[in-house]
Structures are given as structure tokens and as C-alpha cells.
């Protein structure tokens, strides 16, 4: 049995994804440490690819050791396709003080 979130109807699903990406944190990174698409890989599908279809700038992509999702590229133009069309809610935007 898979432990997906689903938010219901009326809840502060911002407020969530705030508490997740405090727990989530960088972990899934090995070469960068603060890059703006945290992916959490627990909940993350194997071959989904939908938030890799949906970014306009191809920033994130496969990583070939866990097949699954991962920002590659650090050109992130934080329009939160990825986070809003994440079946699971495993990608966590981060989007500097200052671009808000």
C-alpha cells in the first residue's frame, strides 16, 4: 500500500507543502545543495515523467541511478508546473524571498 498525500477538500494545502519541504530538505542532492526543485524520492513514482513533461525550461530529468525525478539543470523560472501537476505532491518549489 502506497503512503500518497491527498489533500482534502478545504485544507491549507500551502501549509503542507511548507512543512514538507522543511522536512525534506536538500537530502536527494549530492552535487549542489540548494537548488530551488526539492524532489522527495519516497514519494516519488518510478517512470512517471509527468513533472519533467511539464517544464518549460527542461530543468529536471530521470537520474538513470533511481529512475526517478531530479533537477538537472539550475535554470528553474519557478512557475510550479512541476509542483501543481505532481500526482503524488513529491516536488517542493522553493522560490527565493525576493521572486516572491
Known amino acids: 500500500m502506497s503512503s500518497l498525500k491527498v489533500f482534502?477538500?478545504?485544507?491549507?494545502?500551502?501549509?503542507e507543502k511548507a512543512q514538507q519541504a522543511k522536512r525534506v530538505g536538500n537530502a536527494q542532492?549530492?552535487?549542489?545543495f540548494d537548488v530551488p526543485v526539492i524532489v522527495d524520492e519516497h514519494r516519488c513514482?518510478?517512470?512517471c515523467h509527468i513533472c519533467?513533461?511539464?517544464c518549460p525550461?527542461?530543468?529536471?530529468?530521470?537520474?538513470?541511478?533511481?529512475?526517478?525525478?531530479?533537477?538537472?539543470?539550475?535554470e528553474c523560472w519557478y512557475c510550479l508546473a512541476c509542483e501543481v501537476d505532481c500526482p503524488?505532491?513529491?516536488i517542493t518549489v522553493k522560490i527565493p524571498f525576493l521572486v516572491r
Open 8 to 15: 482534502p477538500a478545504g485544507s491549507d494545502r500551502e501549509a
Open 29 to 32: 542532492t549530492t552535487e549542489r
Open 45 to 47: 513514482i518510478k517512470g
Open 52 to 54: 519533467i513533461d511539464s
Open 57 to 74: 525550461v527542461d530543468c529536471l530529468s530521470v537520474n538513470p541511478a533511481t529512475t526517478k525525478a531530479h533537477m538537472q539543470f539550475d
Open 88 to 90: 503524488t505532491d513529491a
